[in-house]
């Protein structure tokens, strides 16, 4: 599965002239992005990209740096200067360079470990004056630009500010020198690269392969990853290019003629594997809002559905909520009570509903036939919550897709506990793929760390959502689209007002409404959090009491329901719409990119 789209994939750089060969070097309108004009230089040893992939969103090359082995640093396209080495006496010559997070700054490191820092570089330490066994080569800068490592060529790592050393070759043989440093896009581990094409993994960097015991006709000068941490690319000095995991490969400059050999290379231009869309993915903002038709009464449906859950009565107003429906509970086999709940999502600033669906022939999938065509006059998209129906394998969520596409045109999936089967099961469903994005979610304290995203992203999903509104917290949600990019996957962080599921489920968990605070909370940790759309949990799921749809107040001699009086500081008729009117106006601020 492609995560990745590079504009321009790769520049390979000349020993002694600043030639910078673009490969396929094309913008997003189709123009060409034109090569530089050779200058004289002193050795050239090193260049950068002027911004960070996982940090910063761009469509064509928005430039980079070259710098010399005096110091000296050249800046073409959008890429700042901000000072250099040039001209100022060095007691090592310098070797390379890394760029900061926001591109307005960068590192120069010399082979006695010396760092030099310009723009907003932080300085975190050097190897400077220390004893070090050979030279060091290359350095990389930790995600977000507040650490670095520095490697030799005898394989020894020292990491500074928030680098996290994870190992080192320094006690080991080498058959060949280490000359290359790259991070993984996570920055929790990296690998090193040696002249015979040798790669060393550590931390979560993976093994996809190498050149070491290959025969090459020049030795491997440097290397980059892909962005999306499952795959790189290694340069030879002849510029020969050998890609390994998700790489493509594009051409090189192997079996040409240079001037000086070649001695790195980087990526030039990539796009932002947050910022790809998935198959039929909109440029308009999503709001979306988890829809639950299974609710019945008679005599439009031969007995209650769900309203009488864990043996309620709703003949009497005993019903399997916390909460009471404005107007009382309601029948979706109707199809008026379907058109009002629509018009009340337009309303809301919904443009998207997730349907919860229990199977083929099941309630919810019959009801689709008065969703689906009422949801789309409202000006609504449908996708399906797969949820954990009895028997669902991968076989039958094949199925399902293949049948749910076919009826109703269906392109987005949602799913519910996806971890009950395993990545490679996934992978033998999504592989097969195409014109449909599938979305997963899962524990929240495992979105947060990346463990869950690095799953998903194994297992083939375009995305993740968190759904659960009892445990997140608004400052959940950041790191957890932050580890959800950096995976390559879209990532999208469920709000809801509260949660209660007393008298549904005899769940003893609450998390009060706050008469709004904790909606509202919500909202603007999601808004805060880079997500590439948003759901609400939920527009009427009564049984957990994470609905926005309206409520009364009401009381049975056996209980008083909750309302949404207080809410906002409103009361009666007002209240009730309180939460309808409060997403209308998150969700107009979402759409306008406040």
Not at 354 to 359: N, V
Not at 400 to 427: N, V
Request: charged share 10%.
């Amino acid at each position: 599965m492609t995560m990745g789209v590079f504009r321009g994939v790769f520049a390979l750089l000349s020993s002694t002239l600043s030639v910078l060969f673009l490969v396929g070097a094309v913008s997003t309108n189709g123009a060409a992005y034109p090569s530089q004009t050779p200058q004289p230089l002193h050795r050239l040893i090193s260049g950068s990209r002027a911004s960070s992939m996982q940090n910063t969103s761009f469509s064509t090359p928005p430039g980079y740096w070259e710098v010399a082995s005096d110091g000296g640093i050249f800046t073409f396209g959008d890429a700042g200067f901000y000072g250099s080495m040039g001209g100022h006496p060095l007691n090592a010559p310098v070797v390379g360079m890394a760029s900061t997070p926001d591109g307005r700054g960068y590192w120069e490191v010399a082979s006695d470990g010396g760092i030099f820092t310009f723009g907003d570089a932080g300085f975190y330490g050097s190897a400077g004056g220390m004893p070090i066994s050979g030279r060091v080569v290359g350095m990389a800068s930790t995600p977000d630009g507040k650490g670095y490592w520095l490697v030799t060529n005898t394989g020894d790592v020292f990491a500074f500010g928030d680098a996290v050393f994870g190992g080192s070759m320094g006690t080991h043989i080498l058959n060949k020198p280490v000359v290359s440093i790259v991070s993984t896009p996570d920055g929790r581990g990296y690998w090193l690269i040696a002249s015979d094409g040798g790669i060393f993994t550590f931390g979560d960097a993976g093994f996809y392969g190498s050149m070491g015991g290959h025969p090459l006709n020049q030795p491997v000068v440097g290397g980059f990853e892909t962005g999306s941490g499952y795959g790189y690319y290694e340069v030879a000095s002849d510029g020969g290019i050998f890609t390994f995991g998700d790489a493509g490969f594009y051409g090189s400059m192997g079996g040409h003629r240079l001037n000086q050999p070649v001695v790195g290379g980087s990526q030039v231009g990539a796009v932002p594997y947050s910022q790809l869309p998935g198959p039929g993915l909109s440029s308009n903002r999503t709001v979306a809002a988890f829809y639950y038709p299974w609710w019945g009464t008679p005599p439009t449906v031969v007995t209650w559905e769900h309203w009488n859950q864990n043996n309620h009565n709703p003949a009497v107003g005993d019903i399997a909520s916390n909460f009471y429906p404005l107007g009382g509970p309601y029948s979706q086999a109707i199809q008026a009570t379907v058109d009002s709940q629509m018009a009340l999502m337009n309303q809301a600033g919904i443009n998207e509903l997730i349907s919860s669906w229990w199977g083929q022939g099941s309630i919810e999938d019959q009801r689709l036939s008065l969703v689906v065509p009422s949801a789309r006059a409202h000006g609504i998209d449908v996708a399906i919550l797969i949820d954990g129906y009895a028997g669902r394998t991968i076989s039958s969520i094949t199925s399902d897709i293949a049948y749910l596409r076919a009826k109703w045109g269906i392109t987005d999936f949602f799913f519910w506990d996806p971890t009950e089967y395993s990545a490679s099961a996934w992978q033998s469903l999504t592989s097969t793929l195409s014109g449909v994005r599938l979305f997963a979610t899962g524990d929240p304290g495992q979105m947060m760390t990346g463990q869950f995203e690095q799953w998903a992203r194994s297992a083939g999903f375009q995305g993740i959502f968190t759904y659960d509104v009892y445990d997140e917290q608004p400052s959940d949600f950041a790191p957890t689209c932050y580890e959800a990019h950096l995976y390559g996957l879209m990532c999208s962080p469920s709000v809801g007002p509260g949660f209660i599921d007393q008298r549904a489920n005899n769940d003893t968990r609450y998390r009060s409404r706050q008469n709004g605070a904790n909606y509202d909370a919500m909202w603007q940790g999601a808004l805060a959090s880079n997500a590439d759309f948003i759901t609400i949990t939920s527009f009427n799921e009564w049984h957990e009491g994470t609905q926005i749809e309206p409520a009364q107040a009401m009381c049975i001699p056996t209980y008083c329901y909750h309302d949404y009086n207080g809410a906002y500081g409103l009361t009666g008729t007002a209240a009730s719409y309180a939460y309808i009117n409060r997403t209308a106006f998150w969700s107009k601020m979402y759409m306008n990119g406040i």
